[in-house]
Structures are given as C-alpha cells and as structure tokens.
C-alpha cells in the first residue's frame, strides 16, 4: 500500500538516491498523518472536557489553525514521489516513449520553478513573522513554526523535482522502457493484478471473509 | 512588443492566463502546479503593468508566497483531513467491506446488483464521511475488483464508484456543506439536515440508472443470488458501527454536543477504537495514516494552488466583472439561475468544488438572495417560491450537488482522478467514460431540486423550524 | 490616472462605510484621476492584510489588531478596558491621536503602513444564552468569546475564555460549545447572535476592537501632492460620514432587534461597574508588563489614559451645560 504508482527501482545512483530519498518523505509524510489524528485528539479532549469538566483545551482554534500547514506540507514530497498530485494524462499518454520522457522532464522542470520560487516567496512569509512578529487570535501562539514549514517542506521538493528531472532525461538519454525512480503512467494488467494482490495480503482479518 | 503585452485589458489577461492554465493542464502538468504557475505568472504581469519589472519580481514573488500557508490555516479546513482519516480508519476497521458485503447480500439479485451495491455502500459510506473523494478511494479498492472479477465493463465499474462517492457530500456529515454555510454564513446543522433527502433522492436514481442499464445490456454482469436470509441477517451486525457512528454526529451536532470538526473528530475516534478492538495492527494504523496524509496533502495542495490563481483574478477583479454582468440580466430569475448554474458546470470543468465555491459564492450568493426577493423575503412574496433563509438553503444544496457533478466532469473531475489513481488498471478517460449515464443522471435531479424546494426543506422545516 | 488597490474583506457593511465614502471623495475631488479600487477579500485575507502592505501589493488595507496583537503590540492600547462610557466621535479622536504617537508611528513602520483613520467601534457588549445572569458571581463557568481586554476581565470572573470563529459564533452558540460572545452591534447582527441571545449586557463597557486602515509609506509618499491632498483632506469627512451611519443606522437597528427579540437587558450597577473597573487595572498592569520589553508600554499606556480622561472630562462638562440650561 505505498501509493499511486508502483515505483521502478534498480542499482542505478538515481535509483540509489530516490530510495534514500524516499525514507525521509516516508518519515515526514507519516508525521503530517499522525498530525491529522493529534488534532482527532484534541477536539476529543476539547469535547469532553467542555463536557465533563467545564474546562475546554486552552486556544482550541489557535492550536487547530497551527497545526494545518503540517499536515498540508508534510508529505507534499512524498505525494510527488508516488505521483500522486492530480493530473490529466490523456494527452502524454499517447505521446512515443522518448517525447514522453522527454515532456515528463520539461513538466517537472516547470514545477521545480514554481516550488523555488514559492520556497523563497513563502521563506520571506515566515521571515516578516518572525523579524516583525505575529500571534495567533486567542492565545497569541508565534505562527512562525507554522509558517516555515511551507518553504521547508517545497524546498524539500525541489529536491525530488531534481531527482525526477534527473531520471526523465536518463530515460530520455538512453530510450528506456520502464526508467527507475520516477512515477509512471499505468495502464497495465500486470500491474493492476500486482495492486489487487498487495491490497488483500495487506489487510487485516476482518476483511479477508469479504473476498467472493 | 513588452508594451503591448502590460497594456492588455486586465480582464483580456485574465482570460489569457486562463487559457494558458488549461493549455497545461491538458499537456499533462499536475493541476495544482499548473495552477499555481497561471496564478504566479498573471500577478507578475499585473505588477510589472503597475511597477515595472524590477520591483514587480520581488512583489508577485511575496504575494505568491504568502498564499500557501494562508491558504491551508484555516481551522474550517480542519474537517477535511478529519473525513479523509476517519474513511481510511473505517477501511482498515472492516467497516467498508461489511457495508460493501451487507448491500450486496441484501441487494445483490437485482440486475446489475453488484453496482447497486456499490451505489448503496457508497450512501451508507457517506453517512460516517464528508468528502467525497475519499470515498471514491475507498470504495475503488474494495467494490472495482469484485466488480471486475464477476465481469463488469472496468470503465462503468470506474464510472459507478466515482458517481458513488459524491453521495458524501450531500448525505450528512459533509465537508462541503460546512464549507458553504461557513462562507455564506448559514446555519450549518440546518445545511446538513437538508441535504439528506437530496441524498437519498440522488441514491435512488443512481440505483434505478444501474438497474435500467443492466436490463437493456445482458452483457452487463450477473445479478448474484442464492444468499438465504440467515446468511443476509449475519451481514447485518457488522455494519452496526456505521450506525453508531452516524447516532454520534447526529446527537454531536443536533444535540449541542459540539461543532462539525469535534463531531467528525468523535467519529473518526470511536471509528479507530473499533478498529483497535476489531485487531488493527500498528501497520494497518501506520498505513491508515499514511495514506489520509498523502490524500489531505494532494487535496489541500490544489486548493492552494488554485487559489494562487484565484488571487490573480482577485486583482484583475474579474468576479466582479461576473456579478455585475448576471446583476445586468433583465429576465425572468428562473433563467437567470439557470445561467449561474450553467457557469459552475463551466468553471467546474477547470476548478475544484471549494476553489469554486469560495471564488464565486461571495459574489454569487448575494446575487441569488436578491433575485428571491432579499434576505426577510416570505416564500409567497419571493420569486423561487422559498423564503429568504430557505433560499440560502435550498440554493446551497443544489450548489453542492452542482459542484459534486463537477467532481465527475472532465477534464478535471476530481473523484474520476482518483478513482484513477487508486485503480492502475483505469485510464482517467476509461473513467470519465463509464460516469457519463450518472452524469445525465446528476442533471435530472438538479432539475428535480429547482422544481421541487420542498424535497430540500421539508426535513430542515420539520426538525429545526426553519421558515 | 493613479490607482491603488484597497484590500477589505466579507462584504460592503456599516464597518466599511468610511472607505467607500473615501474612495467617492477621493474620485470627485481629482476627477477621477485618482481611484481607490475596493475589493473585498479578493486581494488577501484579513489576517494578512498588513502583509499585503508590507511587500508592496496593495496600497491600502483595513485590519483589527485583536487579529494578530505580535504584529502591532503598540494599537492595542486602544483595545484596553478603561470603563468609560465614550462615544463614537471620542473614540474615533482618541485612535486619530495615538496614531500620530512615535511608538505607534514605529510600530507600524515596520509594515512599512502608515495608520490613516481608524474604523471607530462603540464598546462591545456580550450576548448570552442560558440564564440571566443576576450577579457578576453568575459569570463563572460561562464559555465567553471575545477580544482579549474583555475576555481578560470576565475570565478573572470565572468565565473561561473560549475561541470561535466570528463566522462560527451561530452555530457555537446552538451547539453550546460557547455561551456567551462580546461583540460591537453591528456583528452581534452580522454573525447571527442576536438571533439566538436571550439576554445582553448594556453597558459593560470594558473595551473596544481597534481596526485601523493603512496605507503603504512609500505609495503615499510617492502620490502627487493633489492626490496626497485630496486623500488626507478627505479623510474627516469619511469618517463623519462612517459615524453617522453607525449611530443612527447600526445602533438603532441593534436596540430595535433587543426588543424585538425579546432579550432581556442586563444593565450592570455602580458597585458591579465598579467590581469590572478593578479587575480591569489588572488587565491593564499586565498589558504594561507584557509589552515593556517592546517599547515604553508605560509611556504610551499614560498618554491613552490621559486621552480618554480628557474626552470623558469633556462630554461630563457638555452634559453638566446641558443640565444647567434649564
Ligand atoms: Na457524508
Ligand atoms: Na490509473
């Protein structure tokens, strides 16, 4: 259950690199999951606590708002690993196997400038909170941890647009047919079955009586 | 040449920059960036029209960073990730699959019976999720390969689970409901309780389409019989925890419990203690994680992007040029809304439901208010035959259904993406091509709405005294 | 032509009156040669509208500075509880003041915003649901949202202070996650609690939102001096024009709705008002101790003090000349 796309993975550097890579967007996206499931938590312990002890969690909404750009960014890198950022790929995916390549290079270029140039847009975001300060509404938590996790988070991928580019080209370069490292467009029986099969050896007891 | 292009009519840019946003969208970049570049592109064009280049770098590159962050703090997004968490933790609880199982044991004999328990399981899903493209993830994974096994055409089992998800957001809790009261500053719980029988109304004749369908094609795929009612009774008590779940947000929000977030935080809650007890393990969690974590960034990261795109058109100050054109129209206001309702299926081929909804309810909802009749106005006196708050609601209705229909239009058609995504062996187009009867069917009961305000407000009149 | 772009947010109300009537003068008095484009909530959001100023997008912006007290520590002096009942024009002469003060005027520059006429609210009452209040004892355990000066004051009572979104309030109130919302009229009636409220207070007089409009230092350094002039000419009349709709059209209208309504009236005595005034000292020592390190809280703590001693001592002297007239 890893995603979107099945990634190719071989003993090329750029193959090497994605899957070093890939621990620290793991890392980082499992962090913006478990964030979504802390704020769960906190509106339970909001909840009860209004209710049982007349004492709801102190800035309830500050924390909240807070903790919305982590789970947002977190695992922006880890989304574009997989190739999970929505996209329509009627057109590429009639295009021969080297324009593909070769278009799929010049597209996560133009990302990649877009994310620098946010990384350094939304840094000088962070920056006047911090320089100049900036508090939240009701208990004046500083918002620039929450601020820097933007830039942090794009400039992180802007590393993994570089890996991408990277392995597009080696694909382009040498006309490979299934290139390591980078999502594919599929369409595949193979690897619909192949997904099907890790679905269910995956899951848990209760869903294995479910099968026809 | 540089001259010509700053002297472009701000509105004449906008619709440029549009262009180009679709141009790149069609050439395969990934929306959210593509929208982001449009966004960035068209504020660098209008400052440098203002400033020059020089300065203009540096000013569209701020303003292009502030939006991100601005964009996703907002603590009403906070439901999102909640349903998106609490459908994955259901997913990993069995309770999907037992709902799944349930409507196929008890409905499975119709014709095309896997399908209308696909249509059924989705509704019953949408009882403990607000959005719908969650469903539709869950539910490719679990009712597309017993579809395709029992040998469903792929592109309508794709087709089915895409349409199915959008029940989500009109049968309570929905995200999107809470996102349009919030904007146009409603009463939620009366917007959640109406749009229950439209979601119910919409289930139906999902339902109906799939049976009629499978009676003119016998290729269509094979009812399934022979489940005796011990074996139908037995798929019952599994599903008890939806039922749990729903009897939860229900007393959170109608029984003064707490606000939408802390009801739907309840549910996704109770929702993985049960699937603690039901022996989910610390990977089943991780991977629940995980995936709700990946989801929620791809959703909120085009909702950022889009409204980088969203602010370029801020400052050419085209919504308004939209408001003061429909504000323009002398006629009858029955087509008049058939004009807005006309332009969100447009814009909805390009946006997403939210984008959309926050770019064009500020100004379109005042508008539809006043062509009722104002705010105070009694449904006698009004023009849509709805008092002045039933408009709100009732208009909010048939706006979310309006931008869940756009969740299954191309090219951008958010559920059929994921649908998708989930299912390697589906074509985004294999997919947009199996939703098409649902597509038709989506329209009828639009239409079925504006006739009819009454199927909106009767239960929101009954249970919470709305006028 | 010149035009600058004016980022407000929600909607045209009584709270943006003296911006439109800014734009219009503006307009008439340079034939058009100058315009004020208004928009609302297209350009940013109103927790970033000082942002916007600071890099340069818009030239003018209106925000509250309860929104976010680290970016202009120095304006939230007017925010403070001073107990006196002072009316819409004091108000407004008194911000019109501080802002013209050095520590403010450095406060703000860091924005690279200069304060150009405040947004002058009368004090906030709370409207509650639940029980009448009969004492200020009744006060404990009530779930109260509002800005920090009153929520400050009410919590040293027992309330506990609870944040909601001001588009959220209804719906809080409805679902009891708060009971009680301080408000200034026109958004008691702009966010639906009025609707809901069974009683409210009258004269709880223990702070006011301060929500300036701003403009950027070097747009209005680098405007024509007749566009310059038409601008700053323009602005008491704005604000007349902002203060007259607010007294006779958005105050009348909240009074109206209290009665229709049916909300009981909570009307606090001397000795509860004098209870309120001593817990607000503490709120006020604390703002000095708090923002010391920042500048000379102290300083400009006594000059507000003065300002409004100085306007509560003026409308005491015109009421004492009413009454000796007869
Ligand atoms: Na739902
Ligand atoms: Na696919």
């Known amino acids: 259950m890893s995603g979107a796309s099945v990634i190719v993975e071989d003993q090329s550097l750029v193959s090497r690199l994605d899957r070093i890579f890939l621990k620290l967007e793991a890392f980082l996206n499992l962090i913006g999951g478990l964030a979504i499931f802390l704020i769960v938590l906190l509106a339970v312990a909001n909840i009860l606590g209004r209710k049982l002890f007349d004492t709801p969690v102190n800035g309830y909404i500050d924390w909240m708002e807070q903790f919305m750009a982590f789970f947002a960014f977190l695992g922006i890198s880890y989304c574009q690993r997989f190739g999970g950022h929505i996209r329509m790929d009627i057109v590429v995916g009639k295009l021969s196997r080297r324009w593909l390549w070769l278009t799929e290079a010049f597209s996560c270029l133009l990302m990649f400038g877009i994310s620098l140039i946010l990384v350094f847009g939304a840094y000088s975001h962070f920056e006047r909170a911090y320089v100049n300060g900036d508090s939240s509404f009701d208990i004046g938590l500083p918002t620039w941890p929450s601020k820097l996790v933007v830039p942090v988070m794009l400039a992180i991928l802007c590393l993994r647009l570089l890996l991408n580019i990277w392995g597009y080209l080696r694909a382009f370069y040498f006309n490979l047919e299934k290139p390591a490292a980078v999502p594919m467009i599929q369409s595949t029986s193979e690897q619909a079955i192949h997904e099907t099969d890790g679905l269910t050896d995956n899951n848990n007891d209760s869903d294995k009586n479910t099968k026809v | 040449m540089i001259e010509a292009f700053l002297s472009v009519e701000p509105i004449e840019m906008g619709i440029w920059i549009t262009a180009f946003m679709l141009l790149m969208v069609v050439a395969g970049m990934r929306v959210a960036f593509a929208a982001a570049i449009a966004g960035f592109l068209g504020l660098l064009w209008y400052f440098t029209a203002k400033f020059g280049f020089e300065r203009a770098f540096g000013v569209a590159v701020k303003m292009a960073g502030t939006i991100p962050h601005s964009k996703v703090s907002s603590s009403a997004l906070s439901l999102i990730p909640v349903f998106i968490l609490i459908g994955f933790l259901a997913y990993y609880a069995g309770l999907t699959k037992a709902l799944f199982e349930a409507a196929k044991r008890w409905l499975g004999w119709l014709p095309g019976g896997m399908a209308v328990a696909t249509v059924f399981s989705t509704a019953g899903f949408a009882a403990v999720s607000g959005a719908s493209v969650a469903t539709s993830a869950v539910f490719a994974r679990i009712a597309i390969p017993e579809m395709l096994k029992l040998g469903y055409d792929k592109r309508f089992a794709g087709g089915v689970t895409a349409a199915g998800g959008t029940l989500a957001s009109l049968i309570p809790p929905s995200a999107i409901l809470v996102i349009y009261a919030i904007i146009v500053e409603q009463d939620v719980g009366a917007l959640l309780m109406a749009g229950f029988i439209p979601g119910v109304v919409s289930a139906l004749i999902y339902g109906a389409l799939v049976v009629g369908l499978a009676m003119m094609n016998p290729k269509f795929g094979p009812p399934i019989k022979g489940y005796s009612l011990s074996e139908k009774m037995k798929s019952l008590p599994p599903t008890l925890p939806i039922f749990f779940v729903v009897a939860i947000i229900i007393f959170s929000v109608y029984g003064g419990w707490g606000t939408p977030t802390e009801a739907g935080s309840l549910g996704a809650f109770v929702v993985f203690i049960m699937a603690v007890i039901n022996g989910m393990k610390w990977h089943n969690f991780r991977d629940a994680v995980m995936e709700a974590g990946k989801l929620t960034v791809m959703i909120f990261t085009i909702i950022w992007g889009v409204l980088l795109y969203v602010r370029f058109l801020g400052f050419v100050d085209l919504p308004r040029e939209f408001s003061d054109w429909i504000g323009g129209l002398e006629q009858n206001p029955f087509i008049t809304l058939l004009f807005i309702l006309l332009a969100y299926a447009v814009l909805g081929m390009f946006m997403d439901a939210i984008g959309m909804l926050l770019l064009t309810l500020p100004v379109v909802f005042p508008a539809i208010i006043a062509l009722n009749g104002g705010p105070d106005v009694t449904a006698a006196e009004s023009a849509f035959g709805v008092s002045g708050t039933g408009c709100a609601i009732w208009f909010g209705i048939i706006v979310v259904k309006m931008a869940e229909f756009c969740l299954i239009t191309p090219p951008i058609g958010l559920n059929c993406f994921v649908v998708a995504g989930v299912r390697p062996d589906l074509s985004v187009q294999d997919v947009f091509r199996g939703v098409t009867p649902f597509f038709i069917a989506d329209v009828i009961t639009i239409a079925v709405l504006i006739a009819f305000p009454a199927i909106v407000l009767w239960l929101p009149k009954l249970t919470m005294g709305i006028q | 032509a010149t035009e600058w772009s004016v980022s407000l947010w929600s909607k045209r109300r009584a709270f943006t009156e003296h911006v439109e009537k800014l734009a219009e003068l503006v307009s008439e008095k340079t034939n058009g040669e100058f315009k004020l484009n208004i928009s609302y909530g297209g350009l940013s959001k109103n927790k970033e509208n000082l942002d916007g100023i600071a890099i340069g997008a818009f030239e003018m ?166 566009f310059h002039k038409a601008l700053m000419d323009s602005v008491p009349e704005a604000l007349e024009y902002y203060i007259n709709n607010y007294e006779n059209n958005v105050v009348g209208k909240y009074e109206a709705l209290l009665e229709e309504k049916g909300i009981t009236k909570v009307n606090f005595s001397k000795e509860q008002t004098l209870e309120l005034q001593a817990l607000s000292e503490d709120v006020r020592q604390q703002w000095i101790k708090d923002n010391s390190k920042r500048f000379k809280a102290k300083e400009l703590f006594e000059y507000m003090q003065s300002l409004v001693s100085e306007k509560h001592m003026e409308s005491r002297v015109a009421e004492y000349k009413q009454i000796s007239a007869f």
Request: glycine letters at 8%; one cysteine or more; aromatic letters at 6%.
């Open chain 3, 61 to 226: 912006a209106q925000f509250c500075s309860f929104y976010h007290k680290d970016k202009n520590p120095s304006i939230t002096v007017t925010e403070l509880p001073f107990s006196k009942n002072l009316s819409l024009q004091d108000i407004s002469d008194i911000s019109l003041k501080i802002y013209q003060h050095p520590i403010v005027k450095k406060d703000l520059a860091r924005w690279d915003a200069t304060l150009l006429m405040p947004s002058p609210l009368p004090q906030y009452n709370i409207i509650g649901v639940g029980d009448t209040p009969e004492s200020l004892a009744e006060f404990k355990g009530r779930r109260l949202r509002g800005p920090g000066g009153i929520t400050n004051v009410m919590s040293k009572l027992g309330a506990v202070k609870t944040g909601v979104a001001a588009n959220e309030v209804r719906q809080a109130l409805d679902a009891g996650v708060i009971d009680t919302v301080a408000f200034a009229p026109h958004a008691h009636m702009a966010f639906g609690s009025i609707q809901v409220g069974k009683w409210a207070t009258t004269n709880l007089n223990l702070g006011t939102g301060e929500c300036p409009v701003v403009v950027n230092t070097l747009a209005l350094e680098s405007l024509k001096p007749e």
